[in-house]
């Protein structure tokens, strides 16, 4: 494991790395050796796997390092060891060690109480020059980590899902809004500004951000300061998870930075709100990727969906149930989908994927019945993808067409 190699830093001076001694009757060219550790998948035991092939000797130490280091797996065992490898010590001039550079991946979700805020941003310090998927720890991040933060230039994933302090999105926005190369976002405990603040802030969207992950209630606030953050020259936003959605939300999805969401992925929607929902792909003309609850669904979902022309361009319909929500009402019925793809409005969809308590409920009372609705729609989308292909020429590329279930 990591600590299999960082055991021996101790001993070593300023600028020196820890190697093995190298073994003469141990020889492979390294090509060989490349690809025996691009063949080291990133699963089980492979961090144990990888230390133990670089202590064969030096040309394997330089062949299965980088990919060592690339993704450390951190969790309280070996927390300690990992910070003294990477941070030997507080003073940047003093014993630097050249791990940090090698680290892409930098996932502190193990961790709840181990170390502390300073630790972290020193961590992130360390690891800036090439790091490009940061997840934070539950209870040792915080603003004092922002500057940190802001100078890891080639992030391209920052997930907050787990911090359990609130952040202030608008200190957040600070730090990241010039990062060249952030795409996505992930965030639980968020802090809105108020319109007086929001007015006043003039910080930049970040150039290539375009998914963001809510989880917990958004409010008009989240909206307001989404629409205030875009860039003028065209939204950037075009994937969006909310994880509970509250009554304000759709206030949230009619605002015209919304318009060009490519993704939405919805849950814990109130019973009440049927009604917004049903107008859900009239008002998101460029989606292609949907999920949904089932329970918050109607027939009238997929009437509205029939008369679409251009037909809308969803391609994926993802249907779930949430723990907490019963299925027992029949609130439309897979011949509704089937209607809405004969109709046109619907052609472009090409894959169904549902949950194993909505395929038991929806498409095992129709089976009974005699009717396949699993075959049906499989072949109603095939036939449109047929001719799409067709219509294309030689240069289509196919896209996979079914209905799937899946264990939440």
């Given at each position: 494991m990591l600590q299999t190699i960082a055991a021996d830093a101790s001993g070593q001076s300023q600028q020196e790395q820890p190697t093995p001694t190298n073994n003469s009757s141990v020889t492979l060219p390294r090509e060989i050796l490349l690809q025996i550790v691009?063949?080291?998948p990133f699963l089980g035991s492979f961090q144990k796997d990888l230390a133990s092939f670089c202590l064969v000797s030096r040309d394997f130490y330089l062949a299965g390092i980088e990919k060592l280091y690339f993704t450390p797996r951190i969790s309280s065992k070996n927390f300690d060891t990992f910070v003294r490898t990477i941070c030997p010590s507080i003073n940047l001039r003093v014993r630097r060690?050249?791990?940090?550079?090698?680290?892409?991946?930098?996932?502190?979700?193990?961790?709840?109480?181990?170390?502390?805020?300073?630790?972290?941003?020193?961590?992130?310090?360390?690891?800036?020059?090439?790091?490009?998927?940061?997840?934070a720890p539950a209870a040792t991040f915080s603003i004092g980590c922002f500057a940190a933060l802001a100078k890891c230039q080639k992030l391209k994933v920052l997930d907050l899902s787990f911090v359990i302090e609130r952040i202030d999105i608008t200190q957040l926005f600070k730090s990241i809004g010039k990062l060249p190369e952030l795409a996505q976002l992930h965030i639980r405990a968020v802090e809105?500004?108020?319109?007086?603040?929001?007015?006043?802030?003039?910080?930049?969207?970040?150039?290539?951000?375009?998914?963001?992950?809510?989880?917990?209630?958004?409010?008009?606030?989240?909206?307001?300061?989404?629409?205030?953050?875009?860039?003028?020259?065209?939204?950037?936003?075009?994937?969006?998870?909310?994880?509970?959605?509250?009554?304000?939300c759709y206030s949230f999805l009619k605002m015209d930075?919304?318009?060009?969401?490519?993704?939405?992925?919805?849950?814990?929607?109130?019973?009440?709100?049927?009604?917004?929902?049903?107008?859900?792909?009239?008002d998101l003309p460029h989606l292609t990727e949907l999920a949904i609850n089932y329970p918050n669904l109607r027939s009238k979902f997929f009437t509205l969906a029939r008369p679409i022309s251009p037909p809308h361009p969803l391609e994926v319909l993802t249907l779930t149930a949430d723990?907490?929500?019963?299925?027992?009402?029949?609130?439309?019925?897979?011949?509704?989908?089937?209607?809405?793809?004969?109709?046109?409005?619907?052609?472009?969809?090409?894959?169904?994927?549902?949950?194993?308590?909505?395929?038991?409920?929806?498409?095992?009372?129709?089976?009974?019945?005699?009717?396949?609705?699993?075959?049906?729609?499989?072949?109603?989308?095939?036939?449109?993808e047929d001719q799409k292909a067709k219509s294309e020429g030689e240069g289509y590329q196919r896209k996979e067409v079914g209905v799937w279930n899946f264990e939440m």
């Open positions: 691009s063949d080291i060690s050249g791990f940090g550079s090698l680290i892409r991946v930098l996932d502190m979700s193990r961790l709840v109480h181990d170390g502390s805020k300073s630790l972290t941003a020193r961590l992130l310090g360390r690891v800036r020059e090439n790091v490009s998927s940061f997840v809105f500004p108020s319109k007086d603040v929001m007015e006043r802030d003039t910080h930049q969207w970040p150039p290539k951000l375009e998914w963001i992950e809510f989880e917990g209630h958004l409010c008009h606030d989240a909206g307001a300061f989404l629409a205030h953050k875009m860039p003028a020259q065209g939204c950037k936003l075009k994937y969006l998870v909310i994880s509970n959605f509250c009554d304000r930075f919304a318009k060009n969401l490519r993704f939405l992925s919805c849950s814990m929607i109130p019973d009440d709100r049927y009604e917004e929902i049903n107008s859900l792909l009239l723990g907490d929500q019963d299925v027992e009402e029949w609130l439309w019925s897979p011949r509704d989908i089937l209607l809405a793809i004969e109709a046109g409005g619907l052609s472009n969809l090409r894959q169904i994927h549902l949950n194993e308590e909505v395929a038991d409920f929806c498409f095992a009372m129709a089976e009974d019945r005699g009717e396949d609705y699993v075959k049906y729609l499989t072949e109603a989308m095939v036939k449109h």
